[in-house]
């Protein structure tokens, strides 16, 4: 018996031209059928992805930041994996060298930069939020740091970080890397703490739940998305997800624009009876 189901966002309920109307109906008809619905999603608790949330789940615990937080429908942190301090000051000072663009988030929802750029100016459309200026050592003034993410596209100075990044500190941290296709080209690759990722966060909401990770399915697109939809109970690959998160799944369904969530949603609540 499936009671709970994590959702991905982008590749998987947002698509090219945003959430498709076909995906809020399957949300209604998996709630008439007693799915709770739960974002597990790279995306911050703020802005239009906090709206998604509320939209698929009312009352409902959602996982954003790749794992790092788990946040209540009204928007209040209930879980948070902090990011070394050591750490953040050393990626701050390497992206300042690279002349990268990085973002620092706050499991209160705080969201800042201090090197602009058009692909920001993108994600923060993309995301409908306020990105706020700030210098990127002191974000700890301003609330619970959790996770640092570069927005780049490929190039010879992103490599190189990529490189440094893996060579001194994947002790304590951990790669989230994903892609929108509402932003073509572009980068969206995180820092966590080693600890935090979305099968956590997972697993600290169904304890708080009282259920357990066979009793809820997965659905995604993205290879962050792996080890979440190989512990649920079921697995279930958009038609757009790369080989080897279709060959994790159980199922594989059509497109995000095509309206793979809403076949997803089905699919699961005939698996219940």
């Known amino acids: 018996m499936i009671k709970l189901v994590f959702v991905d966002v982008d590749g998987t309920l947002h698509g090219p031209n945003g959430v498709p109307e076909c995906a809020w109906q ?7 059928a007693g799915l709770h619905l739960t974002l597990a999603t790279g995306r911050p608790s703020a802005g239009v992805s906090l709206e998604y949330a509320r939209r698929l789940d009312p009352e409902g615990h959602h996982i954003f930041h790749q794992g790092a937080a788990v946040v209540s429908s009204a928007g209040v942190a209930e879980y948070a994996v902090p990011f070394p301090q050591t ?8 992206a300042r060298s690279a002349a990268l663009p990085l973002e620092v988030y706050t499991a209160e929802g705080g969201f800042y930069v201090e090197r602009w750029s058009s692909d920001l100016d993108n994600h923060g459309r993309l995301l409908e939020v306020n990105i ?3 210098d990127l050592h002191f974000t700890r003034l301003l609330g619970t740091v959790i996770r640092l993410q570069w927005v780049v596209r490929p190039s010879s100075a992103w490599e190189r970080v990529r490189r440094i990044v893996d060579e001194a500190y994947l002790g304590r941290l951990s790669w989230h890397v994903g892609t ?14 080693r600890d935090a990722g979305k099968l956590a966060a997972a697993r ?9 990770l066979a009793e809820t399915a997965m659905i995604g697109d993205g290879e962050n998305d792996l080890e979440l939809l190989e512990a649920a109970g079921v697995g279930v690959a958009m038609g757009n997800a790369p080989a080897s998160v279709r060959r994790a799944a159980a199922k594989t369904v059509a497109k995000v624009s095509d309206c793979g969530f809403a076949q997803a949603i089905d699919w699961l609540i005939s698996l219940n009876g």
Do not use: C, F, N
């Open 180 to 193: 929108s296709p509402a932003t073509p080209g572009i980068i969206y690759a995180s820092l966590l703490r």
């Open 204 to 212: 600290w909401l169904t304890h708080k739940l009282g259920i357990s």
């Open 87 to 94: 750490e953040q000051h050393a990626l701050v000072d390497l």
């Open 26 to 32: 399957a949300a209604e008809r998996a709630r008439a």
């Open 132 to 134: 706020e200026h700030a």
